[in-house]
């Protein structure tokens, strides 16, 4: 049975090598999509997609929230990174936030189809000898902060999101097209799943944990 890809990306020849990369290692049900938004509308309409590949600097992205949004809203899809991008401080974040790995955008065919099968088989995979330095950088209170935000809803998620961009009550309403009082109840849920004390420590964390460059 083929595993069902994504490739999220928004660069057309890196997909089209990745997409020729993977017509052995997982059959030919593989799709694309060029930002975080095209992602998640294609994960939405098309169900059986079991794994996602996400470059972290993406239009829409804004560091790990498209990890996040998508590990959110579709909890049982893998998601591995894949980038050019290799500090050990935020592939931990984004192993902490649900990823099941990440793999170096110059990696060969051998080790790609390696990685697919360790992480179809539930294992999370590094590239070999990362996996030292990614564990180094662990920073407990990083990791409480992602079990945390793990509990949002999709919808308290993107209510976080647009509170820590420092949008009022109001413009969140509007945006989300929901009433004042249910943004209230978000937020309230929000600094309580996330035990902080007001929206502006919630922004805070939220940026941190998000952050590529931190």
Same mark, same amino acid.
């Given at each position: 049975?083929?595993?069902?890809?994504?490739?999220?990306?928004?660069?057309?020849?890196?997909?089209?090598?990745?997409?020729?990369?993977?017509?052995?290692?997982?059959?030919?049900?593989?799709?694309? &999509?060029? +930002?975080? %938004?095209?992602?998640?509308?294609?994960? !939405?309409?098309?169900? $059986?997609?079991?794994?996602?590949?996400?470059? *972290?600097?993406?239009?829409?992205?804004?560091?790990?929230?498209?990890?996040?949004?998508?590990?959110?809203?579709?909890?049982?899809?893998?998601?591995?990174?894949?980038?050019?991008?290799?500090?050990?401080?935020?592939?931990?974040?984004?192993?902490?936030?649900?990823?099941?790995?990440?793999?170096?955008?110059?990696?060969?065919?051998?080790?790609?189809?390696?990685?697919?099968?360790?992480?179809?088989?539930?294992?999370?995979?590094?590239?070999?000898?990362?996996?030292?330095?990614?564990? &180094?950088? +662990?920073? %407990?209170?990083?990791?409480?902060?992602? !079990?945390?935000?793990? $509990?949002?809803?999709?919808?308290?998620?993107? *209510?976080?999101?647009?509170?820590?961009?420092?949008?009022?009550?109001?413009?969140?309403?509007?945006?989300?097209?929901?009433?004042?009082?249910?943004?209230?109840?978000?937020?309230?849920?929000?600094?309580?799943?996330?035990?902080?004390?007001?929206?502006?420590?919630?922004?805070?964390?939220?940026?941190?944990?998000?952050?590529?460059?931190?």
């Amino acid at each position: 049975m083929s595993t069902h890809v994504l490739i999220a990306d928004d660069h057309p020849l890196f997909r089209a090598a990745m997409r020729h990369a993977l017509l052995d290692i997982v059959g030919p049900a593989t799709r694309e &999509a060029a +930002s975080v %938004s095209e992602a998640l509308s294609v994960l !939405a309409s098309h169900e $059986q997609i079991d794994l996602v590949f996400l470059d *972290v600097k993406m239009p829409g992205n804004e560091g790990l929230t498209g990890l996040s949004e998508i590990r959110t809203q579709f909890p049982n899809v893998l998601v591995v990174i894949v980038s050019a991008h290799d500090d050990p401080v935020l592939i931990r974040k984004a192993i902490d936030l649900g990823a099941s790995g990440y793999i170096p955008k110059s990696s060969s065919l051998e080790t790609i189809s390696d990685a697919v099968s360790q992480v179809l088989d539930g294992e999370q995979w590094l590239p070999e000898g990362m996996d030292i330095a990614v564990q &180094a950088s +662990s920073e %407990s209170q990083n990791q409480q902060l992602a !079990a945390r935000i793990a $509990q949002l809803t999709p919808h308290q998620f993107k *209510v976080l999101k647009m509170l820590s961009q420092g949008l009022l009550n109001k413009q969140i309403a509007y945006e989300l097209t929901i009433s004042e009082s249910t943004v209230k109840q978000h937020v309230s849920a929000i600094l309580r799943k996330l035990e902080v004390i007001n929206r502006t420590k919630a922004g805070v964390a939220f940026r941190h944990m998000m952050d590529v460059e931190d």
